[in-house]
């Protein structure tokens, strides 16, 4: 075996060449790949022998895309296209041999190969949609040659993977492997090396293109059921460009179309947002000053206090990833609803098949019910998801503390409430930590990591490791009212309920924000949750309010009404029976117009353009806050929080990005016209002022630390 290079070695079996990437983890398609691949086909070409060549890789999988640290910097050479030309020009047919995941320029370049065999389990997608980016590698205009324009539009607009069955099919693979890939890959070359004669062109396949034509209506028709979940992104809709050109156009003027298109999404600001998104996600994970002391205890039993909405969506994570817990309820009646409420969920999902009866038996297998408190001696963490109490939570973390095993880490995932207090209870409070999940807890992602005073490097480790375990992101946060998604949420929520008193109406500010970007504004969302959501806490603050402050109370009035949202068919809006479709309705507008009148606001007609700023430099400001007082480590976490966690586009990179793209002076100038006009909630922070002075951008404040 001869090595190329250190990423690539060439071997022989009979007449066929085996050329063999390395590069972990996956196989990105670094320059020194590059390189490597480049010279192990120039030698495979030139040995008279050789009749056919397998391009394979080493390790867990397939090349799984380009290297994206190489994005936006200038183009080393051989550039992909460069390799891209030479495999396909290759007078003796390459075969891609694959297994893991072939992604993105991996999958690209398995198409410019003149057969694909895979093994069973191998996966295949375009993910660039992503990033904001389209395939700038052929993929708009190979893929769909073999696997025709339905499925092309709904692989690469999506960016999700299908498997081998499906790849076989649908002709993206020419053989599923059953045993020893190589072994396989290699006997499909002798056959097709024997054959000889010019290789096969995905390029030159056009049958199912011309099939295409025969219906032009079908990108408006895709375009009609999907174009709603795009709405203002740029990349999905030059997807459907370049999908267009590959049926319309002849192929090397449809690349060129697709390398027009993927230059302009490369450039744009949606897709520097979401490459950036793609890094804070792994920013997030490094914690300063963490290690190298703090080492992750092993977490091999969870124990789950309360089977409610959170508590059994958290019990199901951990089953999903192979984890026994043991979930701890009041009383029988609780216990059963709760993991009735689990069974159903992943009978759901595996209606949508996404899960077989026997993964549903395993996960359920996984979760242990119990209403003895003393079960938790075994575990190693704790998460109490009980009532939002706090002598309620006080009570079970004393009895945790008398049960618990030393070292158990003792998580709790209050919403609001004091966890330092919470932890004053106990006689090891550096075990203490808030583990806030989201709900549905078992599908979103985000998790804050609450670290209180006392809490330990190692339990701080040991949270952000179980996250990831979970597939989740977790976020450090400290301990601050609303740690940092609902302190931000705070600001959004109340300009929204001011601007309605002002004089916008709810479908006005619903629409100023989906917009902007959000999948749903703010009334939609409250109908969708339910309006009476926190009314008993409303009611109890409505006696105690400061009186140097504005609050809006029309959320509470329609309560009162029996307004609650869908579940009684209407809110904010009205919705006709079986409909989720809110319809804008007089007696709501008839209700806030007299709010106004009552409070002595004179109402004025409101921008789209005031809408948006207030709804999201409230946030903004309160990001700069969180991060002078180091509630959150840096600017990216707090995007990750907002995006992931509280609907914010993620085209738009987070908040704190957005911030910077408008310009952190244009924001506080808004800002301090705010405060001078509404006073007490708009004083601008003095990080953000700071910043201003200085000519800085929060990206320059994060990279400075
Ligand atoms: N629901 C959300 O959207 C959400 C989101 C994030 C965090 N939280 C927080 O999660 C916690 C739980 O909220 P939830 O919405 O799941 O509440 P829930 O009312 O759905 O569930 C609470 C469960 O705790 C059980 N419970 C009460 N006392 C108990 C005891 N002494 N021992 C054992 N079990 C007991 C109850 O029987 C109930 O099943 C709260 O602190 C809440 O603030 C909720």
């Known amino acids: 075996m001869a090595q190329i290079n250190e990423f690539v070695s060439l071997d022989r079996e009979g007449a066929v060449a085996i050329i063999t990437a390395n590069n972990p983890p996956v196989n990105a398609l670094s320059h020194g790949l590059r390189v490597g691949l480049l010279d192990a086909l120039k030698e495979a070409k030139v040995d008279a022998t050789v009749t056919a060549i397998v391009l394979i890789c080493a390790g867990r999988t397939f090349v799984a895309g380009a290297d994206i640290s190489e994005f936006g910097k200038p183009p080393r050479l051989p550039g992909l296209n460069e390799i891209f030309d030479a495999i396909e020009s290759s007078p003796k047919p390459i075969v891609a041999a694959i297994h893991g995941t072939a992604l993105g320029g991996g999958l690209e370049l398995a198409l410019t190969c003149h057969y694909r065999v895979a093994v069973a389990s191998a996966r295949f997608g375009l993910p660039e949609v992503k990033l904001g980016l389209l395939p700038g590698g052929g993929g708009t205009q190979r893929l769909p040659r073999l696997v025709g324009i339905d499925k092309a539009m709904a692989m690469i607009t999506t960016g999700d993977m299908i498997g081998a069955a499906e790849a076989s099919a649908s002709g993206l693979i020419d053989e599923i492997v059953s045993g020893d890939l190589r072994a396989g890959a290699v006997a499909f070359g002798q056959k097709v090396g024997a054959k000889g004669g010019k290789p096969p062109l995905v390029r030159d396949r056009n049958d199912k293109m011309v099939a295409a034509r025969a219906n032009p209506g079908i990108f408006d028709e895709f375009r009609k059921t999907h174009g709603r979940r795009w709405r203002g992104q740029m990349a999905p809709n030059h997807i459907m460009k370049t999908l267009e050109a590959a049926v319309n156009l002849p192929f090397d003027q449809g690349i060129a179309e697709e390398r027009r298109l993927f230059t302009e999404l490369m450039n744009s600001d949606q897709s520097k947002a979401q490459r950036y998104f793609f890094f804070a996600e792994r920013e997030a994970a490094k914690i300063p000053g963490l290690s190298p002391d703090a080492k992750p205890i092993e977490i091999k039993l969870c124990a789950i206090i309360g089977a409610g909405t959170m508590g059994g969506g958290i019990a199901m994570n951990f089953a999903n ?66 009532y939002e109490n706090m002598g309620l939570k ?149 006696a105690s309010r400061p009186n140097d402050r504005r609050y809006s109370d029309i959320i509470t009035l329609l309560c009162d009404m029996g307004r609650l949202g869908q579940k009684t068919g209407k809110g904010w809006y009205r919705y006709e029976p079986g409909s989720r479709t809110p319809i804008p309705d007089p007696e709501v507008e008839a209700l806030i117009i007299a709010q106004a009148k009552a409070k002595g606001i004179e109402r004025r007609v409101i921008t789209d353009e005031e809408i948006v700023k207030r709804c999201v430099y409230g946030p903004i400001n309160e990001g700069a806050v969180l991060l002078e007082k180091g509630i959150a480590l840096r600017p990216s976490d707090i995007d990750i929080v907002y995006v992931t966690g509280y609907g914010f586009p993620s085209w738009r990179g987070g908040p704190m990005f957005y911030a910077d793209t408008v310009g952190l002076k244009n924001v506080l100038d808004d800002i301090k016209r705010f405060h001078e006009r509404d006073g007490f909630f708009w004083k601008p922070a003095p990080l953000l002022e700071q910043l201003v002075r200085e000519g800085k951008s929060f990206a320059d404040y994060q990279a400075g630390r």
Do not use: C, W
Request: hydrophobic residues 45%; aromatic residues 6%; neutral net charge.
């Open 394 to 542: 006080k009570e079970i973390f004393g009895k945790l503390d008398r049960l618990a095993k030393p070292g158990a880490i003792l998580g709790t995932n209050t919403s609001a409430l004091n966890i330092d207090e919470i932890a004053a209870v106990t006689s090891r409070p550096q075990d203490v930590i808030g583990l806030h999940f989201f709900s549905p807890a078992n599908i979103m992602r985000l998790v804050e990591v609450v670290r209180a005073e006392k809490t330990g490097k190692d339990i701080i480790a040991t949270a952000m490791q179980v996250g990831k375990q979970l597939k989740k992101v977790p976020v450090l946060a400290r301990v601050y009212e609303g740690f940092i998604g609902n302190a931000m949420l705070r600001h959004y929520g109340r300009e929204a309920h001011f601007l309605v008193e002002e004089g916008a109406m709810p479908q006005q500010v619903d629409k100023a924000l989906t917009d902007f970007g959000y999948a749903m504004g703010m009334f939609a969302v409250h109908d969708l949750a339910g309006n009476d959501v926190g009314y008993r806490m409303r009611k109890a603050a409505q």
């Open 321 to 386: 990833a192979g984890i026994p817990v043991i979930l701890i309820e009041q009383d029988q009646k609780n216990l059963d609803r709760g993991l009735g409420v689990i069974r159903r969920n992943y009978e759901n999902s595996a209606a949508r098949g996404g899960l077989t009866p026997a993964d549903i038996d395993r996960r359920m297998a996984l979760i242990r019910p119990s209403l003895t408190f003393d079960d938790v001696a075994q575990a190693d963490l704790i998460i109490e998801a009980v």
